[in-house]
C-alpha cells in the first residue's frame, strides 16, 4: 500500500511551497503571512515507480491563533498515522526555540518512524554550513533544500524512498499471487462496508456499528469462494472534504480517507457501496472518480435495498438516476443489494469476477484497424479552427489492466473529448469491457510509445 509521508514545521517555513512542488500542482496556498495553512491537504508522489502520499500541515509552536489548539491535533495525528515525517526548518532564521519543541515532540511522538529534516530556503551551497545547525536537533537524516527553486528536491525523494518502509501485504493467510483478486470495498461513512465484508466473507471480522467512520484503517482479508482467491480491502469511511478541518475531532478520518485512496490503489477492482435512499452524492462522485484515474474494475452496488419499498419501477428509476447524475460511470454495471440480509452477494462475486476478466482482454490489431475503416470512416471527422481534418492512420491496445489504446493521427490536437468518447464507445462494441474504464492515447504518427 502507498504510504503517508507527513510535512510539519513551524508557520512560514516553506511547507506549502514544498507539498506544491512534490505534487507538482499548486493545491497549497502559499504566503508570507504565518499560519496561512490551517486545512489539511494531500496529493499524491510518484517517484522511481514508487507512490506514496505526501500531507501538507499547518505550522505549529508558533504565535498563538484561535486555530493553533486544532492544528496541534491534526498535526499530532499526522505523525501517528504517518510513516515519514519531513520536519522543516528555516535556514535563514537558523534553529528557533520553536524548532526545539517540534524536535521534541517528535522524540515523544514519532516512535522508530523515520525522520527527515528539511533545511529550506537554502538557496545555493553557500547557505549548507547554516544547515548543518540542523544536527543540533538530534535526528540523523539532514538534508538542505530550496522549494522555491528545486534545490536538491531529487535528493530528498531519493531519501524518502530509501527510509519508508518497503510496501508489504499484512494479515495474510496465504501468499499474494497473479490468481488473487484484490477487492476494495468502498464508499461514505456508514453505508454497510463492513457489513458486505462480513458476509462474503462469512466472519465478523470488521467491527460493525450503526456510528459513522468505526472502521479506522483498511482491513486485507484473504478469502477464498470456489477456489478463486480474493483479498478484500474493507476500507474507512469517507467523510466529505468540509468535515476534515483542523481541530473537529475529525482527524482520525482524514487519515483515513488518505489511507483509502492507497487501498483504492492497489486494488484490481472496486465496490462503490451508495445508500439505496441517498444514492450519487459528491463524495459518490469522487469515490468513482478516483477508482475510474487509476483505471480499476467499477461496480456500482446499491445497497440497504431491503430497506426502502421495492419494485421494478423503482429500481428503473434507480438506475436512470445514477446514469444521469454520473454519466462517467455509464460503463460500470449496477447491483441491488443488501449487506444484511446477503441479497445479492452472490451477483456481487460474480460480477468481480466478470469485471476482473475484462480488465484483461485484449482486441486484436486487425479488428481495431477495422474499426477505423468501417465505423470511422462514415463518422464526421473532427477538424480545428483552421480547417484541418483528423486523420487516423492506425491504432493498437498497447495494454491491458485498464484496456489502453493508441490511435496515431496526424495531429493529437484535433481529438476532442467529446469524439474520443464516441471512439470509447465503438471500442466496447468490439468487446466486453463492462466494469472497466478505457484509456485512449492520441499520438502523431512519429510516436511509437506512450
Known amino acids: 500500500m502507498s504510504k503517508i509521508v507527513a510535512i510539519i514545521g513551524r508557520p512560514n517555513v516553506g511547507k506549502s511551497s514544498l507539498f506544491n512542488r512534490l505534487t507538482g500542482e499548486r493545491n497549497a496556498i502559499v504566503d508570507d503571512?504565518?499560519?496561512?495553512?490551517?486545512?489539511?491537504?494531500?496529493?499524491?508522489?510518484?517517484?522511481?515507480?514508487?507512490?506514496?502520499?505526501?500531507?501538507?500541515t499547518g505550522g505549529i509552536f508558533g504565535t498563538d491563533t484561535d486555530f493553533s489548539a486544532g492544528i496541534k491535533n491534526h498535526v499530532d495525528q499526522a505523525v501517528s498515522e504517518s510513516d515519514l515525517i519531513i520536519f522543516m526548518t528555516d535556514c535563514r532564521e537558523g534553529i528557533t526555540s520553536s524548532d526545539w519543541e517540534i524536535a521534541?515532540?517528535?522524540?515523544?511522538?514519532?516512535?522508530?518512524?523515520?525522520?527527515?529534516?528539511?533545511?529550506?530556503?537554502?538557496?545555493?551551497?553557500?547557505?549548507?554550513?547554516?544547515?548543518?545547525?540542523?544536527?543540533?536537533?538530534?535526528?540523523?537524516?539532514?538534508?538542505?533544500?530550496?522549494?522555491?527553486?528545486?534545490?536538491?528536491?531529487?535528493?530528498?525523494?531519493?531519501?524518502?524512498?530509501?527510509?519508508?518502509?518497503?510496501?508489504?501485504?499484512?494479515?495474510?493467510?496465504?501468499?499474494?499471487?497473479?490468481?488473487?483478486?484484490?477487492?476494495?470495498?468502498?464508499?461514505?461513512?456508514?453505508?454497510?462496508?463492513?457489513?458486505?465484508?462480513?458476509?462474503?466473507?462469512?466472519?465478523?471480522?470488521?467491527?460493525?456499528?450503526?456510528?459513522?467512520?468505526?472502521?479506522?484503517?483498511?482491513?486485507?482479508?484473504?478469502?477464498?469462494?470456489?477456489?478463486?482467491?480474493?483479498?478484500?480491502?474493507?476500507?474507512?469511511?469517507?467523510?466529505?472534504?468540509?468535515?476534515?478541518?483542523?481541530g473537529t475531532g475529525n482527524d482520525l478520518?482524514?487519515?483515513?480517507?488518505?489511507?483509502?485512496?492507497?487501498?483504492?490503489?492497489?486494488?484490481?477492482?472496486?465496490?462503490?457501496?451508495?445508500?439505496?435512499?441517498?444514492?450519487?452524492?459528491?463524495?459518490?462522485?469522487?469515490?468513482?472518480?478516483?477508482?475510474?484515474?487509476?483505471?480499476?474494475?467499477?461496480?456500482?452496488?446499491?445497497?440497504?435495498?431491503?430497506?426502502?419499498?421495492?419494485?421494478?419501477?423503482?429500481?428503473?428509476?434507480?438506475?436512470?438516476?445514477?446514469?444521469?447524475?454520473?454519466?462517467?460511470?455509464?460503463?460500470?454495471?449496477?447491483?441491488?443489494a443488501s449487506a444484511l440480509s446477503g441479497r445479492g452477494v452472490g451477483k456481487i462475486i460474480e460480477s468481480v469476477l466478470n469485471v476482473n476478466a475484462n480488465r484483461a482482454k485484449r482486441i486484436p490489431t486487425n479488428i481495431l484497424n477495422r474499426l477505423m475503416r468501417d465505423v470511422l470512416a462514415f463518422d464526421r471527422l473532427p477538424s480545428n479552427r483552421r480547417g484541418k481534418t483528423l486523420k487516423i492512420y492506425y491504432c493498437s491496445q498497447a495494454e491491458t489492466k485498464p484496456p489502453t489504446f493508441i490511435f496515431f493521427v496526424n495531429d493529437p490536437a484535433i481529438a476532442n473529448s467529446g469524439f474520443e468518447n464516441h471512439v470509447r464507445n465503438e471500442i466496447r462494441k468490439l468487446e466486453n469491457f463492462d466494469g472497466v474504464p478505457i484509456r485512449i492515447f492520441w499520438r502523431g504518427k512519429e510516436q511509437d510509445n506512450i
Not at 38 to 52: A, P
Not at 168 to 187: K, M, N, P, T
Not at 224 to 243: N, P, S, V
Open 33 to 56: 503571512v504565518p499560519g496561512v495553512t490551517r486545512d489539511r491537504l494531500y496529493g499524491e508522489v510518484s517517484w522511481h515507480r514508487r507512490n506514496f502520499y505526501v500531507i501538507d
Open 104 to 246: 521534541e515532540f517528535l522524540r515523544k511522538s514519532s516512535g522508530k518512524k523515520p525522520v527527515i529534516v528539511a533545511v529550506n530556503k537554502s538557496d545555493d551551497a553557500k547557505h549548507d554550513d547554516f544547515a548543518n545547525e540542523a544536527y543540533s536537533l538530534g535526528f540523523e537524516n539532514v538534508i538542505a533544500i530550496s522549494a522555491v527553486h528545486k534545490r536538491n528536491l531529487y535528493e530528498l525523494q531519493d531519501l524518502i524512498l530509501d527510509l519508508l518502509p518497503e510496501d508489504y501485504d499484512s494479515d495474510s493467510d496465504f501468499e499474494s499471487d497473479d490468481s488473487e483478486i484484490r477487492l476494495a470495498i468502498v464508499g461514505k461513512p456508514n453505508v454497510g462496508k463492513s457489513s458486505l465484508l462480513n458476509k462474503i466473507s462469512g466472519s465478523e471480522r470488521s467491527l460493525v456499528s450503526p456510528v459513522a467512520g468505526t472502521t479506522r484503517d483498511p482491513v486485507d482479508m484473504p478469502v477464498e469462494i470456489d477456489a478463486q482467491k480474493f483479498r478484500i480491502i474493507d476500507t474507512a469511511g469517507l467523510r466529505r472534504k468540509g468535515k476534515f478541518s483542523a
Open 253 to 336: 478520518e482524514y487519515y483515513s480517507f488518505v489511507r483509502t485512496l492507497a487501498a483504492i490503489d492497489r486494488s484490481d477492482v472496486a465496490l462503490l457501496l451508495m445508500d439505496a435512499q441517498e444514492p450519487c452524492t459528491d463524495q459518490d462522485k469522487k469515490i468513482a472518480a478516483h477508482v475510474v484515474e487509476k483505471g480499476k474494475g467499477l461496480i456500482l452496488v446499491i445497497n440497504k435495498w431491503d430497506l426502502v419499498e421495492k419494485s421494478e419501477s423503482k429500481a428503473d428509476k434507480l438506475v436512470k438516476k445514477i446514469r444521469d447524475d454520473m454519466p462517467f460511470l455509464n460503463f460500470a454495471p449496477v447491483i441491488f
